[in-house]
């Protein structure tokens, strides 16, 4: 009975293999939850060297995460060959590149740095190699990423972008300072992705007519969540004018500022061009969950609430009526599998507070959760932003200075009316954390070192632990089915109401098999092995006569 | 399509890598690292460098894969990351419990000139590596040549730090060193079994059978039962030879038990095919005096016996490869050698004896062959190749899939990555039985579609 674990007992007991320094540090982190009293959690700060971290780095939260899922974008590693060779098809960012539309997603690019290019500077093979990218690939845009040795060297790649741009004209090329080393985690990438985009992309195209537009920021497409959503809101006349970033394309990026709302999902990796957008041309942004049936029903709700169209209000709850009906024959299906459960989560900026939502749906327990590379708003809330120290490691993330577009500043809506829908509940500019959302006693532990995760598998023994690809064959090992909430273990999509579906269906799956009851061979359970042979001298077989 | 900008027109390119044939030292140094039991690898760079290679070896093996980073940050790049590496191997030694730690650079570390041999010093003389534990450490820039380098320069730096130096006029051990070079679990697993049938005591290391390849017991071993123990590891610098197998992947550890104790060598091509694995065993044969046993003639003949009865499908197939040296060239013959023919083949991996040893494989068999190594020998070119005079089967890693898609070409995965089948960490490509292993997966999937495009009137039930 996990419930009945001492939770603060636990977090001693982890705390005490550790050196008293990285132990006092590591407390910080992990945190016992009191969701009427938010307790301040540690996060976004420097991981422990030798602790066995999860975190990526920053080249991976601006190259891997933002820009990846953009299909017609070549996106340009300038560095020696392994980082653009392992962000290559690895995070199963889905697009449909059907007909002629450009596709260099299936392409790795890169300058491939060699040992003089460390020594001499490798500014000339990365011009030279945007030229050659341009003239064999002829695309819009090219976006160049930095790596380690870029910023070491000095290497100006926003020069270098700057140079190519104005000599080849029909092609826009921008560089992205995101050297794995800049800040803690990946998430310093996705700020440095957002200012670019922002400062280059954004802005840039045509502004696009419509009714009830909205842009749909910090959902990448892994397994297909992307297309999922857009089929949910063009059945319920909602308009998406761009998808940061998943199914993504240059041009929808630059006519994103035509939308009237920004719905984000991952507040972690996208909070700052929602902000910077409504600083600049006014659009209003609201949190979003699309990962639950429950939460995909909520946000519909609040986007039409937003736009107060009757006729809009009336079917986003035809549709929701409609596919809640299905939603809940499965669930109907499954729960007395799941009914009970209980899991992990230790993923992400904002999976591990989203999914928790699937989980509530089941009936499973979250007993312990928290982000590989979130901040501390994720966890308490946007509330706590002013109270956040910044850092030596945060300061050196450019924070751009963004002032309103006088011809294209767009009051959406007015204060009044603000104030209005804000009681309502569409809680603009706001996002409340994991924390609010989970139980009393429950354990909430920022970057998660690989020995604390296995103390509590082996304390609590959840019935599925969420995680990614480096957790997920040790922690199946040790007998618990691991689900990995980046890649779905190739499975999904798990967004919308047809992915709760997939997630109820894929769970039931995970914590009813019967394979892991084969886990260990007969004559090592104990009491197998009874000399039978040896104390009676007969044989243990009696051969029939 | 997935690859609809690739055209038949070879455009030249002097600085821009299009899907590399390579990624980087590090990575290899980690897999090379865990081959040693109970070691821990730790990757001095960014965090990124460690989750990178990490979940790459994850993928292609679907099992933990444990390392340690310095997590550098912006300071630490700058003012060095002597701190974080000491730091490091204090927490990895407290928390973890290794046996070994084996430490690897990364283009970061290296670009400020962080000295490993240094910083490792300062840690042992710190108190920081606890009595009795080893530290083994190697340079493995990542602008520099490719996995396949820091593959070799992990094992490097293994034999030259750990082996020991025999005394004056001690008389060799009665062992040979087998370095094995990059393959699979698996392909490490049947060398051992080869050795045993010829009934030749051995040291080989790496060895990462019963590490990559660890058993579902219900409990996560951090250290699972397999690699070379640090002993092993030390006492093949008192073996009578060195068997270097793979020029790319073993000769650099080769040269450090020569040149630091004495220990004479032989490098030699992976055994992969028939003629490779020949020389393998009558190398060994002719360094041991150990009669090659009968058990394993007769699974050349079964091998052979495969080739002939199925040579009518084998016959001329056009192959391009993409890959790593050592079992590009290997194959190349295997392929050449039952009258295949590798036309196209590529590898990212640098050193100037590929073009020379290749042109010496298909020369005169495959005279129209193309193939190229090092900086931009990378896929795309190779699937321009494709596109300009088309291959009946593609071998190479999982990157294969989407030209084999488009282009509706039969594949076999083989080499690094594999991320989307399983098999390679349990049945071997190296020697005889590898050679079968091999012809089975061609065949299957040369048969397979065959099999799919065949007319209804021409299906056949027995090919």
């Known amino acids: 009975m996990s419930s009945l674990i001492d939770n603060e007992k636990l977090r001693d007991e982890m705390l005490d293999i550790y050196p008293a320094k990285v132990a006092r540090k590591r407390k910080k982190a992990i945190v016992l939850n009191d969701p009427a009293e938010i307790p301040e959690i540690q996060a976004n700060v420097r991981t422990i060297p030798g602790i066995i971290t999860q975190r990526g780095c920053s080249y991976a939260g601006c190259k891997g995460v933002v820009l990846g899922p953009t299909r017609d974008i070549i996106n340009l590693t300038h560095g020696p060959i392994g980082c653009g060779f392992y962000s290559w098809l690895t995070r199963r960012n889905q697009t449909d590149a059907s007909g002629d539309k450009e596709n260099f997603m299936t392409y790795c690019f890169s300058t491939d740095m060699q040992d003089p290019n460390i020594v001499f500077g490798g500014e000339k093979k990365l011009k030279e190699a945007i030229q050659e990218a341009y003239d064999i690939f002829k695309p819009k845009a090219i976006g160049i990423f930095s790596t380690c040795p870029v910023g070491l060297i000095g290497d100006d790649v926003h020069a270098a972008a700057r140079e190519m741009t104005e000599k080849i004209g029909d092609c826009n090329i921008f560089g992205f300072s995101c050297e794995g080393y800049k800040g803690v985690s990946q998430s310093a990438g996705h700020h440095i992705a957002n200012n670019q985009l922002f400062r280059h992309v954004i802005g840039k195209g045509e502004e696009l007519p419509g009714k009830f537009k909205i842009n749909m920021l910090g959902e990448y497409n892994i397994g297909g969540d992307a297309f999922v959503i857009e089929d949910i809101l063009e059945k319920c006349g909602i308009e998406l004018i761009a998808t940061f970033s998943g199914n993504s394309s240059y041009n929808q990026f630059a006519s994103s500022y035509s939308a009237d709302l920004n719905c984000v999902m991952c507040h972690r990796s996208i909070n700052y061009v929602a902000e910077m957008m409504e600083e600049k041309y006014g659009i209003p942004w609201i949190k979003v969950n699309f990962i639950g049936a429950k939460s995909t029903a909520k946000s519909l709700r609040r986007i039409a609430d937003y736009f107060g169209n009757q006729e809009l209000k009336d079917r986003v709850e035809k549709v929701i009526a409609e596919e809640m009906e299905s939603v809940e024959a499965v669930k109907n299906e499954v729960f007395s599998k799941t009914d009970g459960k209980s899991a992990m989560l230790f993923v992400g900026g904002s999976r591990a507070h989203h999914y928790q939502d699937l989980f509530n749906e089941l009936g499973i327990r979250t007993l312990a959760a928290g982000y590989e590379f979130g901040h501390r708003d994720d966890y308490e809330g946007r509330r706590v932003i002013p109270t956040i120290k910044i850092d030596a490691d945060s300061r050196n993330i450019e924070e751009l200075t963004v002032t309103k577009d006088e011809e294209r500043y767009n009051q959406r809506i007015s204060d009044d009316e603000r104030k209005a829908l804000d009681e309502q509940g569409l809680d603009f500019s706001d996002y409340e954390g994991m924390m609010p959302q989970m139980e009393e006693g429950t354990l909430v532990i920022d970057d998660l070192s690989h020995y604390e995760m296995e103390e509590l598998i082996k304390k609590h023994k959840p019935d599925v632990f969420c995680a990614g690809i480096k957790e997920k064959y040790a922690v199946q090992k040790m007998g618990v089915p691991l689900k990995q909430l980046h890649s779905y273990d190739y499975g999904g999509p798990y967004a919308g109401f047809e992915g709760a579906i997939n997630f109820y269906k894929d769970i039931a799956q995970m914590v009813s098999s019967r394979v892991w009851d084969l886990v260990g061979a007969p004559w090592e359970k104990e009491g197998s092995l009874s000399p039978v042979y040896v104390e009676s001298g007969s044989p243990a077989v009696t051969m029939k006569d | ?463």
Not at chain 2, 416 to 438: L, N
């Open chain 2, 1 to 463: 399509m997935f690859l609809k900008h690739t055209t038949a027109e070879v455009a030249d390119r002097k600085a821009l890598t299009v899907n590399p044939a390579k990624t980087c030292q590090p990575v290899g140094a980690m897999y090379a690292s865990l081959g040693i039991h109970g070691c821990l690898p730790h990757s001095h760079g960014s965090q990124g460098c460690c989750a990178y290679h990490r979940s790459s070896l994850t993928r292609h093996y679907k099992e933990p894969v444990m390392a340690g980073t310095s997590s550098f940050t912006e300071g630490s790049s700058v003012f060095g990351g002597q701190g974080n590496l000491v730091q490091a191997l204090n927490n990895m030694f407290t928390v973890y419990k290794p046996d070994v730690v084996a430490v690897h650079s990364t283009c970061l570390s290296e670009t400020i000139g962080d000295d490993l041999g240094q910083i490792v010093k300062k840690a042992i003389d710190e108190g920081k590596v606890p009595e009795g534990k080893t530290v083994v450490y190697a340079s493995t820039p990542s602008y520099i040549g490719s996995h396949v380098t820091g593959f070799a320069n992990m094992c490097a730096g293994m034999a030259k730090q750990l082996a020991e130096v025999p005394a004056e006029d001690a008389a060799p051990l009665d062992q040979v060193n087998i370095l094995p070079g990059w393959v699979e679990p698996s392909d490490m697993r049947e060398i051992k079994r080869i050795m045993k049938t010829m009934g030749v005591p051995f040291v080989m290391y790496p060895d990462t059978s019963d590490v990559l390849d660890a058993p579902m017991t219900g409990h996560h071993e951090f250290y699972p039962k397999g690699g070379a123990t640090i002993e092993e590891i030390k006492s093949s610098g008192l073996s009578k030879a060195t068997l270097a197998l793979g020029a790319w992947g073993s000769e650099a550890a080769a040269q450090e038990l020569w040149k630091k104790c004495r220990v004479p060598y032989e490098t030699l091509d992976l055994p992969i095919g028939i003629k490779a694995t020949d020389r393998f065993l009558s190398k060994l044969s002719e360094i041991t005096g150990t009669p090659v046993p009968e058990s394993l003639t007769a699974e050349r003949g079964r091998a052979l016996d495969m080739i002939t009865d199925m040579q009518n499908y084998l016959y001329g197939k056009r192959v391009a490869l993409w890959g790593d040296p050592d079992q590009l060239l290997a194959l190349s013959e295997f392929l050449a050698d039952i009258d295949m023919k590798p036309v196209y083949i590529v590898s990212g991996t640098p050193g100037k004896k590929f073009m020379k040893k290749m042109e010496g494989i298909l020369g005169d068999v495959v005279p129209e062959a193309k193939f190229k190594n090092g900086e931009r020998a990378d896929m795309f070119l190779m699937h321009q190749w494709i596109k300009e005079e088309g291959v009946d089967l593609l071998m190479g890693n999982s990157y294969g899939k989407y030209i084999s898609r488009d282009d509706d070409i039969p594949f076999v995965r083989m080499g690094f990555p594999i991320y989307d089948r399983v098999g390679h960490s349990y049945f071997p490509t190296v020697g005889y039985m590898g050679a079968i292993r091999i012809l089975e997966k061609m065949l299957g999937v040369i048969m397979d579609k065959q099999d799919r495009d065949a007319p209804e009137e021409k299906f056949e039930l027995v090919m």
